[in-house]
């Protein structure tokens, strides 16, 4: 059974940092290209970056704060997250990319609030 299990959110002010991490199972991970969604409150959930042989970062407001990675030998996705801003509050989810194809896990909360 595919699943996919997102952690690392938290409560952070202004200009911190946090380090989101998801762990994927039940399928051949290292042949899928992984991205990191955000849905804000009220707001639909987007894609902000994606990585297969590359990371490409799809919403410019993340370019030189976030970096995405992945590891293919332990089947995880990491979202490195500097320079956090209101603006990035959300619930955090991975999933296949461009096009999510698995069933969405449960997120986890970056709240970016002083």
């Known amino acids: 059974q595919e699943q996919l299990v997102e952690s690392g959110g938290g409560l952070v002010q202004p200009g911190g940092s946090l380090r989101l991490s998801c762990a994927a199972s039940?399928?051949?991970?290292?042949?899928?290209?992984w991205g990191w969604y955000r849905q804000g409150l009220g707001k639909q959930r987007e894609l902000i970056a994606y990585?297969?042989?590359?990371?490409?970062y799809v919403d410019s407001f993340v370019k030189g704060r976030f970096v995405i990675s992945r590891d293919n030998a332990k089947n995880m996705v990491y979202l490195e997250m500097s320079d956090l801003k209101p603006e990035d509050t959300g619930v955090y989810y991975c999933?296949?990319?461009?096009?999510?194809?698995?069933?969405w896990g449960k997120g986890t909360l970056v709240n970016v609030s002083s």
């Open positions: 039940g399928m051949i991970f290292s042949r899928r290209t």
């Open positions: 990585v297969g042989n590359i990371p490409i």
């Open positions: 999933n296949t990319a461009p096009e999510w194809g698995i069933q």
